[in-house]
Nanobody, 124 residues
Framework: QVQLVESGGGLVQAGGSLRLSCAASGRTDNTNGMGWFRQAPGKEREFVAT????????YYADSVKGRFTISRDNAKYTVFLQMNSLKPEDTAVYYC?????????????????WGQGTQVTVSS
């Protein structure tokens, strides 16, 4: 089993920045692709960003491209999401996810493990 714990969420003004972290523990050798998803009140969970094991492949949702950057430190079993130029529409609970299969994916159904989420609120 793999446990994922997110941190770094909070309240920020529009135009500000936050850096989310996701620390993995347990059977971390069982994880490869990692991703970030988010869910706003009353909306479906949506893809934000994903990264492969070696960081060679990264995909972003169009809504965050150019503003968010996903990265990982495999030695520390941690994935990061640097969020710049935040907008009120970025307000959501952000979830970290890990998949056993190699490669990255935009599809939430292809992830095997999920964190509890961290709240990000962007005020206008």
């Amino acid at each position: 089993q793999v446990q994922l714990v997110e941190s770094g969420g909070g309240l920020v003004q529009a135009g500000g920045s936050l850096r989310l972290s996701c620390a993995a523990s347990g059977r971390t050798d069982n994880t490869n692709g990692m991703g970030w998803f988010r869910q706003a009140p009353g909306k479906e969970r949506e893809f934000v960003a994903t990264i492969s094991w070696g960081s060679s492949v990264r995909y972003y949702a169009d809504s965050v491209k150019g503003r968010f950057t996903i990265s990982r430190d495999n030695a520390k079993y941690t994935v990061f999401l640097q969020m710049n130029s935040l907008k009120p529409e970025d307000t959501a609970v952000y979830y970290c996810a890990a998949r056993i299969s190699y490669g990255s994916s935009r599809d939430a159904h292809e992830y095997d493990y999920w964190g509890q989420g961290t709240q990000v609120t962007v005020s206008s």
